[in-house]
């Protein structure tokens, strides 16, 4: 967002360069085009990551529940009194696909764990309002379920384990939830890409969700906990294709506004690695920091606090209107609507958040995390960790600059830092 060593290539050249580093990542693999993200579809290049006959690459966390192999089928089964139990991966994945066949026994719960974690020691999660506190030794992370509900049928849909609970039930997609066997043979197909997280089960498309809080970690197969001894859960083909990882990567420099101008009445000062940005109430004039760079497809994410009055991370916007922008913004304020999605001289609110939903998330003067996403018509907006907007199929112009906002006829002082962006 702004005064920025930014990588400036050409939209279209940027494109070309970011679809050629991803066929060349993906041999024989198909590409399909899904809301404007590329999504694995197919591929023939998976490789097993259980070598059907022995637990070798694995380790147990959690409960203690017993682990077998038999006829080259993973076989979990519950201890009763032992809490929820994973069998995990020693090796850490980032983007991958991965493929697996599940059966449980009738009234077991079970999951697959997905860029996961388990730490020796008790370890704090500063999101939302308050913040989430694991204890040592408790696995952590995205889970996809193996529900044992049938007149719910979210097997599937994305869980967090250990921290902030159902992210995708399949409450809306009754198709996917259909798509389940009980008692029988399921194919789980898990594909992870940046921020994307999409399931697939027997073949139908269940999750699709974008969450950038955590972008790499182990895979754990769960048994979960149960009063009854002897229920068994079980898992054959695990196969999967590693895609590398992702990294955050500075956006701004911290000390100059290289890559940025300012249009408009405001003051904006650089300190301790932060922009400090003040506007007084007498003066009508927006103020902007506009980035000199054009950008398409991106994700980024910035700490911001709002002291008082309103501002705004803008995003695809063009420099035009009486505002002196135009286009999107995800919103910052000090008191309401943290997260917001509103269209600057178009449509006002697109998705404006509950004030119950707010206090979930906003920490009113303090340092706040805002992730924006947005990839062809899909635009999401994450604070502290939680999705507070999010549009699938928006109309809107597809690129355009970015920009931090000062609200004209307001007293107004923000701070900015920390700006990044996923590469």
């Not at 940005?277 to 920091?289: N, S, V």
């Not at 707010?358 to 062809?376: C, E, I, L």
Request: glycine share 12%; with cysteine.
């Amino acid at each position: 967002m702004i005064p920025l060593p930014f990588r400036r290539l050409p939209v279209a050249d940027r494109a070309l360069a970011i679809l050629c580093t991803a066929l060349l990542g993906l041999p024989l693999a198909s590409l399909a085009q899904n809301g404007g993200e590329l999504s694995l579809i197919t591929t023939r290049d998976l490789q097993p990551i259980f070598n059907g006959t022995n637990l070798d690459g694995w380790i147990q966390r959690g409960g203690k529940a017993q682990y077998a192999v038999a006829d080259g089928v993973i076989v979990g089964t519950t201890v009763k009194g032992e809490p929820n139990s994973f069998l995990c991966t020693e090796k850490e994945y980032g983007d991958f696909i991965l493929e697996l066949e599940i059966k449980t026994d009738a009234s077991l719960n079970s999951g697959v764990q997905i860029r996961s974690h388990c730490f020796d020691h008790a370890t704090t999660y500063d999101w939302g309002h308050e913040p989430i506190k694991i204890p040592a030794g408790r696995v952590h992370g995205y889970q996809i379920e193996v529900d044992h509900r049938p007149e719910r049928r979210w097997s599937g849909g994305v869980y967090e384990e250990g921290r902030r609970g159902w992210l995708f039930d399949l409450s809306q997609n009754a198709t996917a939830g259909a798509a389940f066997k009980f008692g029988e043979w399921n194919h789980y197909r898990i594909a992870c890409q940046s921020g994307s997280i999409k399931t697939w089960i027997n073949g139908v498309a269940a999750a699709d969700l974008v969450d950038t809080v955590t972008l790499s970690g182990f895979i754990g197969l769960q048994v979960h906990n149960h009063d009854q001894a002897g229920l068994a859960v079980r898992f054959r083909n695990l196969r999967l294709q590693d895609l590398g990882r992702r990294e955050w990567k500075p956006m701004w420099d911290g000390q100059t506004f290289n890559g940025a101008h300012l249009i408009g009445k405001g003051d904006w000062q650089i300190a301790d690695g932060a922009i400090h940005a003040t506007h007084a109430k007498a003066e009508p004039e927006f103020g902007h920091l506009v980035t000199d760079g054009v950008f398409a497809d991106f994700t980024v994410r910035l700490k911001y606090k709002a002291v008082k009055g309103n501002s705004g991370l803008y995003f695809r916007i063009e420099e035009k209107g009486f505002s002196g922008v135009t286009g999107f913004q995800a919103e910052i304020d000090a008191e309401k609507d943290a997260g917001g999605l509103y269209e600057t001289n178009g449509r006002a609110w697109v998705r404006q958040p509950a004030a119950a939903d707010v206090k979930k998330w906003f920490r009113p003067q303090d340092w706040n995390t805002m992730t924006v996403s947005a990839h062809g018509k899909r635009i999401t907006v994450e604070v502290n960790g939680y999705q507070s907007a999010e549009v699938r199929d928006d109309p809107g112009r597809p690129e355009g600059r970015f920009a931090l906002q000062l609200h004209g006829g307001q007293d107004v002082e923000v701070y900015f830092k920390d700006i990044e962006f996923l590469e």
